[in-house]
């Protein structure tokens, strides 16, 4: 059984920094692109970063392009993501995500992730003015 849980979210000042973790169970992890998608508060879920299989292409939405660094470490089966310079607007749910191609060869990225192979249940970021 497939399993990715997130965990490192919780409440941040505007400014302030904080990591994401997703431990990975179940999957050849170094064999699935990984990413995290965020849905914030009455709004869809949308992409926000990905990385590929061996850690050497990542990809990030222009909303936090310069200010999230996503990486992984294959042998911890483990996704990370380092937010910094924190803005209100980065208050979401935060949801790890994994699928066999990353964003230059697979098009389940685009939008809400619709079709990505596997989800984590997400943890909450909030970040306060």
């Known amino acids: 059984q497939v399993q990715l849980v997130e965990s490192g979210g919780g409440l941040v000042q505007a400014g302030g920094s904080m990591t994401l973790s997703c431990a990975a169970s179940?999957?050849?992890?170094?064999?699935?692109?990984m990413g995290w998608f965020r849905q914030a508060p009455g709004k869809e879920r949308d992409f926000a970063a990905a990385i590929n299989w061996s850690g050497g292409s990542t990809y990030y939405a222009d909303s936090v392009k310069g200010r999230f660094t996503i990486s992984r470490d294959n042998a911890k089966n483990t996704l990370y993501l380092q937010m910094n310079s924190l803005k209100p607007e980065d208050t979401a749910v935060y949801y790890c995500a994994a699928d066999p191609l990353p964003p230059k060869y697979g098009s389940t990225w685009r939008g809400s992730g619709h079709g990505m192979t596997y989800w984590g249940r997400g943890t909450q970021v909030t970040v306060s003015s």
């Open positions: 179940g999957l050849t992890f170094s064999n699935y692109a």
